[in-house]
T-cell receptor, first 112, second 113 residues
């Protein structure tokens, strides 16, 4: 089955700790994205990558970092510099054509 | 800067009713518009993608229309069912060279049995 796998589904972070959210896809799509979703605020773009070894900041990149070493993988690190990381994080891919964007099932991050 | 608005924020209808969800955007220079469905605690599922040159797209009981000049799109759901209960989001893509989406905040739909 082709799709996007995000792990873990739930993640708890202590104050001052870095955590990494995984996003893996087997759709062979070129572009990958990370969005953050907060209640009442809709989805906001954190980072995106259109090709391997290249990525761009989105609207709310501060306190986050990414890498794109393989086409299939686009991990997101939430650093200690992100002061309010509690949110639902969604990974997506994009391919030209009738399907547009495909989303993963998300990771819920909570600061404890 | 593009802004996408979805009104109402929440909608409750009895089962079997036909309904319309609204999406408006401030900049009519869009490449396409996509409607998504999100169940609680889940990711987004793509429902319909309308290119800027198209007026509408249909999938089963769903029909999405696009009026670029007025900056509006509607999602029509026929014969609603309790399983249609979810949050519906629309998103616009600004241009062929841009792969970023601007999302509305969604309409939370409840279909009452």
């Amino acid at each position: 089955d082709g799709g996007i796998t995000q792990s873990p589904k739930y993640l708890f972070r202590k104050e001052g700790q870095n955590v990494t959210l995984s996003c893996e896809q087997n759709l062979n799509h070129d572009a990958m994205y990370w969005y953050r979703q907060d209640p009442g605020q809709g989805l906001r773009l954190i980072y995106y990558s259109q090709i391997v070894n290249d990525f761009q900041k989105g609207d709310i990149a501060e306190g986050y970092s990414v890498s794109r070493e393989k086409k299939e993988s686009f991990p997101l690190t939430v650093t200690s510099a992100q002061k309010n990381p509690t949110a639902f994080y969604l990974c997506a891919t994009f391919q030209q054509g009738i399907y547009g964007y495909t989303f993963g099932s998300g990771t819920r991050l909570t600061v404890v | 800067k593009q802004e996408v608005t979805q009104i109402p924020a929440a909608l409750s209808v009895p089962e079997g009713e036909n309904l319309v969800l609204n999406c408006s955007f401030t900049d009519s220079a869009i490449y396409n518009l996509q409607w998504f469905r999100q169940d609680p605690g889940k990711g987004l599922t793509s429902l319909l993608l309308i290119q800027s040159s198209q007026r509408e797209q249909t999938s089963g009981r769903l029909n999405a229309s696009l009026d670029k000049s007025s900056g509006r799109s509607t999602l029509y759901i026929a014969a609603s069912q309790p399983g249609d209960s979810a949050t519906y989001l629309c998103a616009v893509r600004p241009g062929a060279g841009s792969y970023q989406l601007t999302f509305g905040k969604g309409t939370k739909l409840s279909v009452i049995p």
